[in-house]
């Protein structure tokens, strides 16, 4: 499964690739024929073979050609990645300008992702970058954890901090004499019900996993349509 772009990784990706392009780092004609064979997988519209070309180019640190970044997101496109694709649309268009070879095609395809992500947007199946939501499997989708509660280990009880657990407290009498009484706090018990999980024995708290959403992103494109169970 392909992985996803973030924002972070595309900016370094452009300064890294225009950086090397503006300091003549030598390439030794692996890039030409890497893009040679994404270009001839796309005009024979596999774009799955285009897409895996384009991220071994990537990869590999080599210099990349001024329009390489056009092409992976019309391929990106193409596969349904329409947020990796916008995301690299965007910043060939931040950096090209209208001076890019491929500007009219940049724009055609900049009009043609504006109805795929506003369905993204109005998805709740899927993460804001158009990839299926699917229970947390931590939580189960509940959300939240039961656990034994930390605070009294399962006990349901805690020692009394004003008597150390004793049940009694000591007071000097004006004749500097130690005298001993029951403590009010405790009621001589020397324990208290656990404040935490009053005496349930478990916890509840929020899946850290999942930020208490209930859900994780896949790898799976949304197709934005709930999936019917049969019965």
Not at 2 to 12: D, E, G, N, Q
Not at 80 to 85: K, L, M
Not at 156 to 172: D, F, H, L, Q, Y
Request: glycine share 10%; aromatic share 10%.
């Amino acid at each position: 499964m392909f992985s996803k772009f973030s924002p972070l990784f595309i900016l370094i990706f452009f300064l890294f690739t225009f950086t090397s392009i503006g300091q003549g780092v030598p390439n030794l004609g692996q890039t030409d024929r890497w893009m040679k064979g994404a270009l001839a997988a796309m005009e024979r519209q596999d774009y799955t073979t285009a897409n895996s070309i384009f991220r071994n180019l990537i990869d590999s640190g080599l210099p990349l050609p001024e329009e390489m970044p056009y092409y992976f997101a019309e391929t990106l496109y193409q596969l349904g990645q329409y947020d990796n694709s916008s995301n690299f649309l965007n910043k060939y268009l931040e950096i090209n300008g209208f001076r890019g070879a491929n500007y009219q095609g940049a724009q055609e395809l900049q009009k043609k992702l504006e109805g795929p992500l506003k369905e993204i947007i109005q998805c709740q199946l899927c993460d804001r970058k158009g990839y299926r939501l699917e229970p947390c499997s931590n939580c189960g989708g509940k959300q939240k954890l039961e656990q034994s509660c930390t605070y009294c280990r399962g006990k349901g009880v805690v020692g009394c901090s004003k008597c150390a657990a004793t049940g009694m407290i000591t007071k000097r009498n004006i004749f500097n004499i130690v005298e001993y009484f029951e403590c009010d706090r405790c009621g001589g018990d020397g324990r208290l019900t656990c404040p935490n999980c009053q005496g349930s024995l478990k916890e509840i708290s929020e899946c850290k996993l999942c930020g208490g959403t209930g859900s994780l992103s896949s790898e799976l494109i949304c197709d934005h349509q709930k999936i019917e169970h049969k019965h």
